[in-house]
C-alpha cells in the first residue's frame, strides 16, 4: 500500500477505529488486507503488525481508557519523561545505568503520589 492517498486513507480509519471501537475491527481489516496481499514482504510486514498488536489488545482498549477518564495520548508520559530525565542532569551529576534508574523509580513514586502505598505494602 505505502505512502499512496488510498493507503493513508486505509490507515486513518484503523486509527479512528482503535480511537473510537477498540482494537477488534481494525485487527479484523489488517488480517483481511493479510489475506489479500500477493507480495511476500508487505504480507510479513502485516503479519508483524498482528503479532504485535494482538498481545498488547488491552492497552489498544482506548474506548474502556476514556469511559474511565484517563487520557490517550502520549503527551503527559512524554512530559513525564523529559521532566525525570532532566532531574539527572544537573551540574556535576554522573549516573550509571542502575542508580539513574533506580533514581527515576522513585521520583516517579512521588510524582504519582505512590511513594507511602510503596514504603508501607509488604514487597514479596
Given at each position: 500500500m505505502g505512502d499512496t492517498p488510498?493507503?493513508?486513507?486505509?490507515?486513518?480509519?484503523?486509527?479512528?477505529?482503535?480511537?473510537?471501537?477498540?482494537?477488534a475491527d481494525p485487527l479484523g481489516a489488517i488480517r483481511r488486507l493479510t489475506t489479500r496481499t500477493?507480495?511476500?514482504?508487505?504480507?510479513?510486514?502485516?503479519?508483524?503488525?498482528?503479532?504485535?498488536?494482538t498481545p498488547r489488545?488491552?492497552?489498544?482498549a482506548y474506548p474502556k481508557a476514556k469511559e474511565r477518564g484517563w487520557d490517550i495520548g502520549s503527551g503527559p508520559t512524554e512530559a513525564m519523561c523529559k521532566n525525570l530525565t532532566l532531574r539527572l542532569k544537573h551540574s556535576g551529576m554522573k549516573w550509571d545505568a542502575t542508580n539513574a534508574s533506580n533514581f527515576m523509580n522513585l521520583i516517579s513514586l512521588y510524582e504519582i503520589r505512590q511513594v507511602t502505598a510503596y514504603w508501607t505494602n509488604p514487597k514479596p
Open positions: 488510498a493507503a493513508k486513507a486505509w490507515s486513518s480509519a484503523r486509527m479512528s477505529e482503535f480511537k473510537h471501537k477498540g482494537a500477493r507480495s511476500p514482504a508487505k504480507r510479513r510486514s502485516l503479519e508483524q503488525l498482528t503479532n504485535y498488536i489488545l488491552d492497552m489498544l
